[in-house]
């Protein structure tokens, strides 16, 4: 059953980026250029996915609103990765150069605001007015995040609350809103709405602390290049956890390292790790990835019916959630 599942929801993600293409279309050669070039390889899809889900879950059949709610959340995640990459001067996403990298950043910039205009006009038009509320908070709440992450990383120095608030704002409110606008779009209680939105936000922070752990290499399989946070001067927590532990002299050398870090320098990443695995970082940010991901089973186990859509939507939670 769960295969089956598994096969409808990869239908539905391609008739969901079959819209997601149509919406975009424009005559305009060079942003249909950047179109084509952007959208070309998708990520896990992890948000539209969790639309399609818990409409699944709440409602049993997915809706045409449904299948716009999952594009709406996709679009907004698209058009922060583009200024994410602006802002982290990244030049490569999944081994693939990055719109800024290719076209420069004022364009990247222009372009993810035309991402995020044509989610608001998909909601619009349709008349999807209960999405918009979810859809502007969140929008700015994830740029709270990212501006707390910025100063952040200015400073090089965070600590476990400011780093747990920017993951909140950040990841955890868009994986949320996916949550809940799966349940609005199946005409969903407000209480029922409310508790996908929680499901979801406890989700995002086990996913985001599993994505800490991949840039210190603690998979291999994840398909994304490690060290990354580091060369951004971006501390995250089995880092925050470790200068938490250390001495003030291992302080200041650790932090002295990712000032000056290179991450062609092995000498420098095997020199932060080796203190991480001394205090146990990586150890504790598994411990907290474990806390949210139970409290999003919790969640499921308490307020959502047994069912084989249910059970869909537990086995996309181990999926996406490190627990090595």
Request: hydrophobic residues 40%.
């Amino acid at each position: 059953m769960l295969t089956d599942i598994s096969l409808l929801v990869s239908k539905e993600l391609s008739k969901v980026n079959d819209y997601i293409n149509r919406c975009l279309y424009t005559e305009n050669p060079v942003i249909q250029q950047v179109i084509q070039y952007s959208f070309q390889q998708q990520g896990k899809q992890l948000r539209p996915q969790l639309v399609l889900i818990v409409a699944s879950v709440l409602g049993n059949d997915i809706t045409e609103k449904t299948r716009r709610g999952a594009a709406l959340v996709s679009l907004l995640h698209h058009a922060s990765l583009i200024h994410d990459d602006v802002v982290d001067e990244a030049t490569y996403r999944r081994h693939k150069e990055t719109v800024n990298a290719r076209w420069g950043n004022k364009l990247a910039v222009l372009f993810g605001d035309y991402v995020l205009a044509n989610s608001l006009q998909i909601a619009i038009e349709n008349q999807d007015y209960d999405f918009l509320p979810m859809l502007t908070i969140t929008t700015q709440t994830m740029s709270e995040g990212e501006i707390l992450q910025l100063k952040q990383a200015q400073e090089i120095m965070a600590s476990e609350a400011t780093y747990l608030e920017i993951i909140q704002k950040k990841t955890a409110s868009l994986l949320a809103a996916s949550c809940a606008m799966g349940a609005m779009s199946v005409s969903a209680s407000q209480e029922q709405i409310e508790i996908m939105y929680a499901i979801g936000e406890q989700i995002g922070m086990a996913f985001q602390l599993s994505d800490d752990l991949i840039d210190y290499g603690v998979t291999t399989n994840a398909g994304k290049a490690t060290f990354m946070d580091l060369k951004a001067h971006t501390l995250t927590l089995p880092l925050i956890y470790a200068l938490q532990q250390a001495s003030a002299s291992e302080t200041q050398y650790i932090l002295s390292l990712v000032k000056s870090y290179n991450t062609d320098d092995t000498k420098f990443t095997q020199e932060i790790l080796s203190l991480i695995n001394k205090v146990g970082g990586i150890k504790y940010t598994l411990q907290k990835i474990n806390f949210y991901q139970q409290k999003a089973l919790e969640l499921i186990k308490t307020h959502l019916r047994p069912s084989a859509y249910t059970d869909a939507l537990v086995a996309l939670i181990h999926k996406m959630i490190l627990t090595k």
